[in-house]
């Protein structure tokens, strides 16, 4: 495979990542431009990867205390008082298996540790099952904290975090 780059998401990587969202909208919530935008004014880590110079992968990530309407970011929120959620990882079909997934998710952690969040926290589809993304996290350290039914009752995720330090939950 070619190497990969890492790099800020841009205006133009816009159209791009509608479609691999899109490509990947059975997993997701299906985006429309307007939506995206309003996802990138509220994010704190927008990143793509490119390969041989064509975006083949992105992330969405985001902190607490966003105007964010996400269920599931909604629940992090109300058990951690800091945290970095990432809402959507999308790498193309055509890219699959090829590390691209894994080195994102380094930078994702790295750009964790940076801003010193201690936890870093995502979803995974249980119903139905998605089982390459729950090895996929298991690999990364991440463990269920919940679980939740989404979409009208139509998935069950499995609220998943994994801790960089111990200081970030909620004392209630």
């Known amino acids: ?10 205006s ?13 909208v059975h997993f997701l919530s299906p985006l429309d431009m307007d939506q995206l935008k309003e996802l990138i004014y509220e994010v704190d880590v927008a990143k793509v990867v490119e390969v041989s110079g064509s975006v083949e992968a992105f992330v969405l990530a985001f902190r607490e205390n966003r105007r964010y309407d ?23 079909v055509a890219m699959h298996g090829n590390g691209i997934g894994k080195a994102l998710y380094e930078s994702i952690l790295e750009s964790a540790r940076v801003m010193e969040v201690p936890v870093v926290a995502a979803e995974i589809d249980i119903e139905p099952e998605n089982p390459v993304s729950l090895q996929f996290h298991k690999h990364f350290g991440f463990e269920e904290v919940g679980k939740q039914s989404v979409a009208n009752g139509k998935k069950v995720v499995s609220l998943q975090v994994v801790t960089l330090n111990n200081t970030s939950r909620k004392i209630n």
Do not use: P
Request: net charge negative; proline share 0%.
């Open 1 to 10: 495979m070619s190497e990969i780059t890492i790099r800020n998401l841009e």
């Open 12 to 24: 133009k990587d816009l159209h791009r990542v509608l479609e691999l969202n899109e490509e990947s």
């Open 70 to 92: 996400s269920v599931n970011y909604q629940w992090f929120a109300e058990k951690y008082d800091s945290f970095l959620y990432i809402d959507r990882v999308v790498v193309s």
